[in-house]
């Protein structure tokens, strides 16, 4: 065979790796372990041979062929090129990866750290493969879970009896979460916990209401997920609609009016800024009036703590009259109750809940 010509594989198509489900709770000693197997699963191979139909051996693993006989050149296929590199890091077995974990939980060994972490690199890989129909770009969400790994190995007791894929698996899947909700849209549209598990479980539970022959309403939904109902119509109404620049033409616009231009704002109008300093005045004026009705100690705390732009503290006044904080707090309480019931006497249409 002529140097160079490319090989077929004469590998065994691997046995499929179990996954686990993408919204499962997570638990302090999962029951079962996720299992890494000494190759990538069909899917994998699959995405190999669809994305480049001949491969050439390179120190004993099969690569994307690079086409040099046209004018241009193949892509290179980085994703089968990555799979094909972390092919090369054994997985340890139960007792070597507990004799690893124990020499850098005791001694920092940076060695045993990256053996770990080398070791569990197809486990990042079978999580982030969960999350591709959210967020298609494989390995920007393998990159992402590669750094909940090594928060993972960082973080791992050995001591604990639980192995660390069944620990690391849940530090990836949370990494990955993150950036896939921060990266779906450039508006955001989860930052709650709620709204994050909305947007992974929405339209699953739709599709299980309607296969068990209920209509999906929105408080149908909220109680089987234990959320809002107003949450879940907000969170419909963000994943139906498409994103659209503000800057972008309106729609039956004319000449060059953008969407923005026809935006309501939000400054107060010349009307509502004349009613505020009216109002600003008159309150004024009444607090005047109200601490002219004061005398003695009274008067005093209502100048110095109530209407004072830098008050005195509590301590303070006690010291100048010689009593407690809790005797200063509670003369001023009284002086706040009598305040609210002259300001509501004197201003009509005041409700002394505005007050409060």
């Known amino acids: 065979m002529a140097k160079g010509r490319p090989k077929k594989s004469g590998k065994k198509p691997p046995a499929k790796a179990a996954k686990r489900s993408a919204d499962a709770e997570p638990v302090s000693e999962p029951a079962e372990e996720p299992e890494l197997v000494d190759d990538l699963d ?3 191979q699959a995405e190999a041979a ?10 004993g693993d099969l690569l994307p062929a690079v086409d040099v006989s046209g004018s241009s050149l193949v892509p290179f296929d980085s994703l089968a090129a990555y799979k094909a590199e972390i092919r090369r890091y054994p997985i340890l077995t139960r007792e070597e990866e507990h004799e690893l974990a124990v020499r850098y939980f005791e001694h920092g060994d940076q060695e045993a750290a990256y053996k770990l972490i080398t070791s569990n690199l197809r486990l990042v890989v079978m999580v982030a493969r969960e999350y591709m129909r959210a967020f298609h770009n494989l390995l920007d969400l393998v990159q992402e879970g590669n750094i909940g790994l090594l928060q993972a190995v960082k973080q791992f007791d050995p001591y604990r009896g639980v192995r660390l894929p069944s620990y690391a698996v849940w530090w990836i899947r949370a990494y990955i979460i993150r950036y896939v909700m921060n990266n779906f849209r450039l508006v955001k549209i989860g930052t709650t916990q709620a709204q994050r598990r909305l947007f992974f479980n ?6 299980r209401l309607e296969s ?3 209509k999906p309403t929105p408080a149908l939904i909220a109680e089987n997920l234990g959320v809002k109902e107003k949450e879940v119509v907000e969170m419909e109404q963000r994943m139906g609609a498409s994103e659209s620049s503000v800057d972008a033409p309106a729609a039956g616009g004319e000449g060059d009016t953008a969407i923005i231009d026809l935006l309501p704002s939000g400054a107060a109008t010349a009307e509502e800024e ?4 009216e109002f600003n005045a008159l309150m004024k004026a009444k607090l005047a009036e109200f601490g002219a009705t004061l005398e003695g100690r009274d008067a005093e705390i209502f100048e110095e703590r109530l209407v004072a732009e830098e008050p005195l503290t509590l301590q303070e006044l006690g010291e100048r009259y010689g009593v407690s904080r809790e005797r200063v707090r509670q003369i001023e309480e009284a002086l706040k109750k009598r305040l609210r019931e002259y300001l509501v006497s004197q201003v009509r249409d005041l409700e002394e809940q505005a007050l409060s």
Do not use: N, R, Y
Not at 50 to 58: D, G, I, L, P, R
Not at 202 to 207: G, T
């Open 212 to 214: 068990l022959g209920f």
């Open 202 to 207: 929405l339209q699953k539970e739709k599709a």
């Open 274 to 277: 004349v009613a505020e300093s």
């Open 50 to 59: 669809h994305s480049s139909e001949q491969t050439v051996e390179v120190d």
């Open 42 to 44: 069909d899917a994998s």
